[in-house]
């Protein structure tokens, strides 16, 4: 199975930075029906942080996971590493969905 993530926020002024207390959404399109998937994501070069998938359930193509940004997260470009497997068990990873749209920056400083 192949899928694409596409990152965004919440941010009112700009969905393409994210600071303390906005919401970073994930959406994972797969192209057949799949496992809920695990999806983390990392600022720039900081850890990867575990996103809730907030829907999509087991047998879908469409899923969402969020997390908020908090005071000290690191800083940088959002990039996430999507797994899933499909009803025969093959494990999947999803690829950034190259539309320029799809890109969040973590900025934490003030």
């Not at 057949?32 to 193509?61: D, F, I, K, L």
Request: proline residues 7%; aromatic residues 6%.
């Amino acid at each position: 199975p192949t899928a694409t993530y596409c990152v965004m926020s919440n941010d009112p002024t700009d969905t393409h930075y994210a600071t303390t207390g906005n919401t970073v959404t994930v959406t994972v399109t797969t192209s057949e029906g799949t496992t809920v998937p695990s999806v983390q994501c990392r600022n720039g070069a900081g850890p990867y942080m575990t996103y809730t998938v907030v829907s999509g359930a087991a047998g879908a193509t469409s899923f969402t996971a969020t997390r908020t940004v908090a005071a000290g997260d690191a800083q940088g470009a959002v990039d996430c590493l999507v797994t899933f497997t499909d009803p025969a068990g093959n494990t999947g990873t999803a690829t950034h969905d190259p539309n320029p749209n799809c890109n969040v920056i973590v900025d934490t400083v003030p």
